[in-house]
Nanobody, 125 residues
Framework: VQLQASGGGAVQAGGSLRLSCAAS????????MGWFRQAPGKEREFVAA????????YYAKYVKGRCTISRDNAENTVYLQMNSLKPEDTAVYYC???????????????????WGKGTQVTVSS
């Protein structure tokens, strides 16, 4: 499985970014794709996820209302639209693939099967 993330960058507070993650190497129909982030000196934390079947979405409380996760099944690609960005959103963002049971695990980082390389998001005040 390969996960290719893109779309990170540097923006000012209040700005927007759209992250993309293209997946290949297997079928993902019974999986969840999502995003985690890791700021310097902090643990990796869940951001958002979407199920391939049904498109059910899940968000961390600190991004809910500001971020929208979506998918393009035909392209095996997941997007994370991030609006009203804050300096505390600064982190490396990682694309992840996990079995559907992930959503019942409390979005446990250890439940992720596959990780992509991170993409840096920097928000300045």
């Amino acid at each position: 499985v390969q996960l290719q993330a893109s779309g990170g960058g540097a923006v000012q507070a209040g700005g927007s970014l759209r992250l993309s993650c293209a997946a290949s190497g297997r079928t993902f129909s019974s999986y969840v794709m999502g995003w985690f982030r890791q700021a310097p000196g902090k643990e990796r934390e869940f951001v958002a996820a979407i199920t391939w079947r049904g498109g059910n979405t899940y968000y961390a409380k600190y991004v809910k209302g500001r971020c929208t996760i979506s998918r393009d099944n035909a392209e095996n690609t997941v997007y994370l639209q991030m609006n009203s960005l804050k300096p505390e959103d600064t982190a490396v963002y990682y694309c992840a693939v996990a079995p559907e049971t992930f959503v019942y695990s409390g979005y446990d980082v250890d439940a992720v099967d596959y990780w992509g390389k991170g993409t840096q998001v920097t928000v300045s005040s």
